[in-house]
């Protein structure tokens, strides 16, 4: 059983950070690319960041780079997303996402709230 479970999520104020995990099972976690999404409400769901299988290779979005950092352990079978910075358009539910080129699976989300 595919189980991608995130947490980390809460409120904070802006200018503070936040660490999302997703912790990951029931699949070769190292032979997938991950990636985290997020989606505020009214909005579509978009691309924060990516990082390869083996973590050689990441990318993020523009509204997050130099903010938000994505690493993974392939050892614990998990993906992190560091989160500084933050700012209150960054409020949305974020996932966690694992693709390769047979299949993806989605987390069930987690919801990071910035707010004074």
């Known amino acids: 059983q595919v189980q991608l479970v995130e947490s980390g999520g809460g409120l904070v104020q802006p200018g503070g950070s936040l660490r999302l995990s997703c912790a990951s099972s029931?699949?070769?976690?190292?032979?997938?690319?991950m990636s985290w999404y997020r989606q505020a409400p009214g909005k579509e769901r978009e691309l924060v960041a990516g990082?390869?299988?083996?973590?050689?290779?990441?990318n993020y979005a523009d509204s997050v780079k130099g903010r938000f950092t994505i690493s993974r352990d392939n050892a614990k079978n998990t993906v992190y997303l560091q989160m500084n910075s933050l700012k209150p358009e960054d409020t949305a539910v974020y996932y966690c996402?694992?693709?390769?080129?047979?299949?993806?699976?989605w987390g069930q989300g987690t919801q990071v709230t910035v707010s004074s």
């Open positions: 029931g699949f070769t976690f190292s032979r997938y690319a």
């Open positions: 996402y694992a693709r390769n080129v047979r299949t993806y699976y």
């Open positions: 990082i390869s299988s083996a973590g050689s290779v990441t």
